[in-house]
């Protein structure tokens, strides 16, 4: 569910899922838009599969615009974090399952609602554990810094990194 509300704390609109595009689905985190409107990231599944990370675009109304499932359709993959670059890609930091591994941290970038990742950078801490990243800023030259966490030695550890544009 997405709220908005005026900076006197009075309600604008809401917004719920439908859950057209997937049985459940679940929003974990908001950023707005340099051209007014803002994308969410988060989680998207039919009841008993795999979880995938769904991006869901907004006008600057509060209108759901576009909807972008990532293809992972062996491998559970979670969003927990969005932000909007200097070029405009939307960065999203999570998590992907893969074959063999636990977790591994994902942070990758797309165009908008169409098109293949512009770039990806998938983290598998020295532990081998279970990684997240977890949350992301995006600076004024287009850098993206990222922080989470890793296990090693079953002892959680965090980790923060700096990605060029």
Not at 9 to 33: F, K, N, R, V, Y
Not at 68 to 81: K, V
Not at 135 to 148: F, H, K, R
């Amino acid at each position: 569910m997405i709220l908005r509300h005026t900076l006197d704390g009075e309600p604008l609109a809401e917004w719920t899922s439908p859950g057209e595009q997937l049985g459940e689905d679940a929003g974990m985190a908001i950023t707005p838009l340099r051209d007014g409107g803002f994308v969410v990231v988060g989680w998207g599944r039919d009841l008993g599969s795999i979880r995938q990370v769904m991006t869901s675009w907004f006008s600057a109304e509060g209108e759901l615009v576009a909807t972008r499932i990532e293809p992972t359709p062996s491998n559970d993959a979670i969003g927990f974090a969005v932000g909007e670059d200097r070029e405009g890609k939307i960065i999203i930091a999570g998590a992907l399952q893969q074959p063999l591994t636990d977790a591994n941290a994902w942070i990758f970038a797309v165009p908008g609602p169409t098109g293949a990742p512009a770039w990806e950078v998938i983290r598998n801490g020295p532990g081998q554990g279970p990684d997240e990243a977890a949350g992301l800023a995006v600076d004024a030259w287009g850098y993206t810094y990222v922080v989470g966490s890793e296990f090693d030695a079953l002892q959680p550890r965090a980790f923060a990194l700096r990605l060029y544009p």
